[in-house]
């Protein structure tokens, strides 16, 4: 299944020091996946992203506390779900081959990413949130099964097993 947008927006910083939209570029690239978005941050000038980045790390600070079984801090929560439930000014239309945003601008960007966030908090799949147990990762994952803990077994899961194995043969 493939991570709701709230989900991957969240884990464009995995960890501290890997940040996957850290340039304009790199955001554009890593909003290809999502049509409507991705014709929005397409248009979108360099002096934006700061703000992008500001809105994801607050949606991660979000999201951590959730999985956590936490209330969020409220700054934070306020500023990763805005323009949130506030009338949108943008409309979904037909588009060749699907749909898209109607006349969005650079200005739809935190419309439709606080939208997302909205539409996770507000879903059946924020009671599977979980955050990875791997260490310094900040990767959150949605899983039925209570069980799992990394949010990749062959990166964080495969780290967790050599480190246990460090430990047991020292
Ligand atoms: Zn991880």
């Known amino acids: 299944m493939t991570e709701p947008l709230a989900l991957a927006f969240a884990n464009t910083r995995s960890s501290p020091g890997r940040d996957r939209i850290a340039t304009v570029e790199r955001f554009r690239a890593w909003a290809r996946p999502w049509p409507a978005l991705a014709a929005c941050v397409a248009a979108m000038p360099p002096d934006a992203l700061p703000e992008v980045l500001a809105r994801r790390d607050a949606t991660q600070v979000v999201l951590h506390h959730l999985a956590a079984g936490e209330a969020p801090p409220a700054g ?95």
């Not at 650079?106 to 924020?126: K, N, T």
């Not at 009671?127 to 990749?152: E, N, T, Y």
Request: hydrophobic share 45%; charged share 25%; net charge positive.
């Open 76 to 170: 934070e929560l306020a500023f990763a779900t805005a323009p949130g439930l506030a009338r949108a000014e943008f409309r979904v239309r037909p588009a060749a081959g699907g749909v898209a945003v109607d006349d969005a601008g650079p200005e739809a960007v935190p419309q439709v990413l606080g939208r997302a966030v909205v539409d996770f908090l507000l879903g059946p799949q924020i009671a599977h949130l979980r955050r990875c147990q791997g260490g310094g990762c900040h990767k959150v994952f949605v899983s039925a099964r209570a069980d799992r803990r990394w949010c990749d077994s062959k990166v964080c899961g495969n780290r967790a097993r050599v480190a246990a194995h460090a430990r047991r043969s020292r």
